[in-house]
């Protein structure tokens, strides 16, 4: 009976450990964070995740909303430019998909602008390699 009891209680424990910190999948992990090298950049991070010829991005920017919904932020929108596969575009999320890019290795300037293309001052830009 003790050691049933013993074996319970030992079993019990091993199982309590293993819910603390699940593992993400890997197809669905981010494999960058892009984090701010200066102080005026801290706000903005930025992860994006490479899938074929695709890039997943997903911008966090406080106290900038991309829609008309949130009121006290400023509003603004995302622009993606590619000196390297000739590439402007313009989104309105926060999270967004780049399609299409060309094989080979592109530098993505990413940048928050405001009313009229006005620069916010928060921009990053990165490397993906489409293979």
Do not use: W
């Not at 309590?16 to 200066?38: D, I, L, V, W």
């Not at 998909?97 to 080979?104: I, R």
């Not at 940048?111 to 993906?128: A, D, R, S, T």
Request: proline share 4%; glycine share 6%; with cysteine.
């Amino acid at each position: 009976m003790k050691k049933i009891i013993f074996l319970s209680v030992c079993l019990l424990i091993l199982l309590s450990g293993c819910k603390e910190k699940m593992p993400e999948p890997e197809s669905f992990a981010f494999t960058k964070k892009a984090e701010a090298a200066n102080h005026e950049n801290k706000d903005l991070s930025i992860k994006h995740m490479v899938q074929g010829n695709q890039v997943y991005i997903e911008c966090i920017v406080p106290n900038v909303t991309f829609t008309s919904s949130k009121k006290g932020a400023e509003k603004g929108k995302i622009v993606v430019r590619s000196n390297t596969g000739n590439l402007y575009k313009e989104y309105h999320t926060a999270a967004f998909v780049v399609k299409n890019l060309p094989k080979g290795v592109h530098l993505l300037n990413v940048e928050i602008v405001g009313k009229n293309n006005k620069p916010l001052g928060m921009k990053k830009q990165f490397y993906v390699t489409i293979q």
